[in-house]
């Protein structure tokens, strides 16, 4: 998994009704990226993204689940934050999930079952923009001889 090491500070929420796919890929994503917050429906996707939308770097749902669907449950959180990237997964190929979910500006679709890999292959690439953007600061605030923080760094913390 060293090919996925820029993954270690990403925050995902998971949301997935059926118990054993969410405990199975919440182990999976967890020897990869930082923090995975989980919910079993949208209702609680959404409920959940409201209290950590701060800590959220990407968010991976189901589509079709209780009480309030992946796509209701992305309609809703687009309307707080535009930029987030969303990864549906379903079980199902329905011509017209994949037409709702490009109107809601969803950023990848990936069927079920799951193939680890290639979810994390596929968060790399939708998380890109933000990948880079981390490691520009890291180099901004690093000197590259020692490692250490450098006098910016310093400067920020002096400023906090």
């Known amino acids: 998994m060293l090919e996925y090491e820029e993954?270690?500070?990403?925050?995902?929420l998971y949301v997935e009704d059926e118990d054993i796919i969410r405990e199975h890929v919440t182990e999976m994503l967890q020897e990869v990226c930082n923090e995975i917050f989980t919910a079993k429906d949208g209702e609680c996707g959404y409920q959940l993204f409201k209290e950590k939308q701060n800590h959220?770097?990407?968010?991976?749902s189901d589509i079709q689940m209780p009480v309030l669907s992946g796509l209701e449950m992305a309609k809703?959180?687009?309307k707080i934050d535009n930029h987030?990237?969303?990864?549906?997964?379903t079980a199902f190929s329905d011509s017209s999930y994949l037409y709702e979910s490009i109107n809601i500006g969803i950023d990848a679709y990936i069927e079920k079952p799951i193939n680890i890999i290639h979810l994390f292959k596929t968060i790399r690439k939708t998380l890109t923009p933000f990948l880079e953007r981390e490691k520009n600061l890291r180099n901004a605030y690093t000197d590259k001889l020692t490692g250490i923080k450098n006098r910016s760094a310093l400067d920020v913390q002096i400023e906090k």
């Open 7 to 12: 993954l270690k500070n990403v925050n995902i």
């Open 56 to 60: 959220i770097n990407i968010i991976i």
């Open 84 to 89: 987030v990237p969303i990864i549906f997964t």
């Open 76 to 78: 809703k959180i687009r």
